[in-house]
């Protein structure tokens, strides 16, 4: 099926065709043959052109076989299959935009404590008062801080993993943030108090891994009451809200910082530090 961008007036009597790659356009001779060396895309473009595919229907199956081709011709199906396999990444591009077109949509509109005189700006000092609860360096001062008040080897043991996890996701995060550099919303007052430099980027929400992963945390290793838990839970949920409220984040940087704060308490059972294994390590470094 050709593409909708395929439907250029250029193509019509051996003219450059235009094609389109990361929204740039750029120029394609129909009278040249396809380049081996050019990028995927750039083929996957030049395949999908209704002129091209004639061009290349015409080809004798030998040659089509031998075209080298990224399209799924060298293995000799049919043009049906072909289609398929063009028309998915398009598809998945359009629900991507489509999803990120809501994201930025829906974020705007629940960015009600964006600054004082938002709609809900009254409400600010509340949010600011999650986000304190959810940030990094209360949750290390504190962990340290029961850490070496703790007279108990398992308390010791459990504090001591805690650290350990608030120091990871501290990493994980920069990592990511650093490789994605997503900007924070447009609406976003940056106000925030003792950040990185990469925490001028949004995604993921720092505050939101540490929320699930602390969240986890305390529910698998603390012996709470079921009121506590649900609090806990409650905690965890309006930190992430507390996030798109103030304009720091957009939703989809929340919900994939639950994601991955949830997948890094995993990583810290995984990578549990027994008093053996602590002992074992000091006893090396000794
Ligand atoms: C000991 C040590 C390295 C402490 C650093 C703690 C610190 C500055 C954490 C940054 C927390 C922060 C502002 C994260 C950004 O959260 P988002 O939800 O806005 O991504």
Redesign the pocket.
Same mark, same amino acid.
């Given at each position: 099926m050709p593409s909708p961008k395929a439907k250029n007036p250029g193509r019509s009597g051996g003219s450059p065709v235009l094609g389109s790659s990361n929204g740039r356009y750029e120029f394609m001779s129909l009278t040249k043959p396809l380049n081996r060396s050019s990028p995927p895309h750039l083929l996957q473009r030049q395949g999908s052109d209704p002129t091209t595919a004639r061009l290349r229907a015409s080809e004798s199956p030998t040659r089509r076989r031998g075209s080298g081709s990224s399209t799924g011709s060298a293995s000799g199906q049919g043009p049906p299959e072909e289609d398929g396999i063009r028309l998915n990444p398009s598809l998945i591009r359009v629900a991507l935009s489509s999803l990120l077109a809501i994201d930025l949509w829906l974020s705007k509109q629940l960015g009600v404590c964006a600054c004082e005189d938002s709609s809900w700006g009254s409400v600010r000092p509340l949010m600011k008062l999650l986000e304190i609860s959810g940030? $990094?360096?209360p949750w290390?001062a504190g962990t340290a801080y029961c850490l070496y008040k703790s007279d108990s080897a398992a308390g010791q043991e459990v504090m001591l993993n805690l650290f350990m996890g608030l120091l990871l996701d501290?990493i994980l995060v920069g990592i990511v943030k650093a490789l994605v550099r997503r900007r924070r919303p447009a609406h976003n007052r940056m106000d925030?108090f003792?950040?990185?430099s990469v925490?001028r980027y949004?995604f993921p929400? $720092?505050?939101?891994t540490r929320a699930a992963m602390c969240g986890r945390f305390l529910l698998a290793h603390l012996v709470l009451a079921a009121p506590l838990r649900v609090l806990v839970l409650l905690w965890v949920g309006l930190v992430g809200l507390s996030?798109v409220m103030l304009g720091?984040?957009n939703v989809t940087d929340v919900v994939f910082g639950f994601w991955m704060g949830y997948c890094q308490y995993n990583l810290v059972e995984m990578l549990w530090l027994s008093p053996q294994t602590l002992q074992g390590l000091l006893g090396q470094s000794a």
């Open positions: 940030h $990094g360096i290390l501290l925030m003792a950040t990185f925490d949004s929400s $720092g505050h939101a996030r720091r984040h």
